[in-house]
């Protein structure tokens, strides 16, 4: 019998069903718009059901073929990989959701397919013990994107998922290369086992690998400079895609980067180099979406900014730091999800991106214009929203100690955070204080639409309430990160389930 905490499950249940798509699409067309819905409220089943398993032991095994670590591929599950697991579950359940009534071009059984495969390969990279896996994750993540980017096939699509497909696939050859370098080094590819072995290695020796693994990441993380296909993708894409790719894609990315630097290379060494990458993400981002007149490219350079801004708080190397980038992590999933999905709902009722061309709207789409501005008010870091109490981590680690620099550091975010005020509000503004254009009829989005919005919506609301529990999570996640010795010893020590 199958036990339900079985990591393995998380990939092997949207596996089958992303296959039965294929095989019922001929048949039973009508019913494929209804197997993510399923697929992804089992993983999101199976992920909930692991969190007294990892609470309890801390980190969770699942091996194969009955073989332990390292000779065999491992699913690993901790703390921080289970609190992202659960975020891709959760997105992938409520954006299917939204795709029943969303989804009305052709081939739709193809993009059923191509989401299952995007949010199983984003799961997959999150909880996988392998590097090799790590880029085969990859590989599925990319390739899903790219056909979900051009699915409209018009000129705009074909071109942004041609520079998507350009640039993933320079990504994955250099993951790939750094891959094979460590199991050149090592002979191994479980991480934990790398992770051992490199501990006889010097700084110069493991750097080139940590470069080429770095690199490979970053592209699909959208880190600065290195984020060029991301501004066109998202306009590009359906909304509900850009949800996904906004809300879990980047942060999946940049999750196999802190599972590298961290528990693979032991990496503290290249913080400030981080550090830059961080900020340098973080205001290009912010800056470029304040000059946004479309909304989709607001949101998309906001996504980048937002990325910055965690994978900077991650880069400060401590505890508390890290603390705050999960924290930001789970607020910008969560509420930039949200923001997709709504103008989804808009541009369906207002037939363009145009800012200004959304004047008055938020009369009309009362229940739009109040989720919008929750979710943008946690992005922002308003109190009493939850992004608040993010950005005051990432604020309270920085200056742990005083300096020149760390002061500058947090004008630089505080500053950054005045600039996506802003363009937030800018939008608020048209919605609710312009007045609509004569002969303009809008209404709200269509109740399954809407349904998945509120969802989200009413868990940033609890989130936002109750921070606490998350908060002290986020914390022990950290803890159990910086102190990479209980992953390791996990995997290569406690067998499978």
Do not use: C
């Amino acid at each position: 019998m199958v036990k339900l905490a079985n990591p393995i499950l998380l990939v092997g249940i949207p596996l089958f069903f992303a296959f039965l798509i294929a095989v019922l699409a001929p048949l039973y067309k009508k019913s494929v718009k209804y197997m993510p819905i399923i697929a992804f409220g089992l993983n999101l089943t199976v992920a909930l059901s692991l969190i007294p398993e990892v609470l309890k032991k801390g980190v969770v095994i699942a091996t194969t073929a009955g073989i332990k670590p390292p000779f065999a591929i491992n699913m690993a599950v901790d703390r921080l990989g289970l609190f992202l697991a659960i975020i891709a579950s959760l997105l992938g359940f409520v954006v299917s959701i939204y795709n029943t009534v969303y989804i009305k071009d052709e081939p739709a059984e193809k993009f059923y397919m191509l989401f299952t495969l995007l949010v199983t390969g984003l799961t997959w990279m999150i909880i996988t013990g392998d590097m090799f896996n790590l880029f085969v994750a990859f590989e599925v993540t990319s390739i899903s994107a790219f056909g979900l980017v051009g699915f409209h096939r018009d000129k705009g699509a074909v071109e942004a998922g041609f520079k998507y497909l350009v640039l993933g696939s320079i990504g994955a050859s250099l993951l790939l290369i750094g891959v094979i370098m460590l199991y050149a080094a090592t002979g191994t590819l479980n991480m934990a086992d790398i992770a051992q072995k490199l501990l006889k290695f010097s700084f110069r020796q493991k750097l080139l690998p940590y470069v080429f693994i770095f690199t490979g990441l970053g592209i699909e993380g959208a880190l600065f400079p290195l984020n060029a296909w991301l501004p066109d993708a998202h306009p590009a894409a359906p909304s509900s895609v850009s949800a996904i790719l906004s809300g879990i894609m980047t942060t999946a990315a940049i999750y196999g980067i802190i599972r590298t630097t961290v528990t693979v290379f032991n990496y503290y060494q290249v913080v400030i180099f981080l550090i830059l990458f961080g900020l340098l993400t973080l205001i290009f981002g912010e800056t470029a979406a304040f000059f946004q007149k479309d909304i989709k490219r607001m949101l998309a350079y906001s996504t980048i900014g937002q990325t910055g801004l965690f994978f900077y708080a991650f880069s400060l190397g401590s505890v508390n730091g890290m603390k705050g980038a999960f924290m930001q992590m789970m607020n910008h999933s969560i509420a930039k999800a949200m923001l997709f999905l709504l103008v989804g709902g808009i541009i369906l009722r207002v037939g363009t991106r145009n800012i200004d061309d959304f004047a008055g709207i938020g009369r009309k789409m009362k229940i739009t214009a109040f989720f919008f501005a929750i979710a943008a008010f946690s992005l922002m870091g308003l109190p009493p929203f939850f992004g608040f109490w993010s950005k005051l981590q990432i604020i309270f680690a920085t200056l742990k100690g005083v300096n020149f620099y760390t002061v500058s550091f947090v004008i630089i975010v505080l500053f950054m955070s005045v600039i996506e005020g802003a363009y937030f509000f800018r939008v608020l503004q048209v919605m609710l204080f312009k007045e609509p254009k004569e002969g303009v009829e809008v209404k709200e989005a269509p109740g399954w639409m809407l349904t998945a919005v509120i969802i989200l919506g009413i868990i940033l609301i609890v989130m936002s309430v109750y921070p606490q529990p998350i908060m002290n999570y986020a914390g022990k996640a950290a803890s159990d990160l910086v102190s990479r010795n209980v992953y390791i010893n996990a995997v290569l020590h406690l067998g499978g389930l």
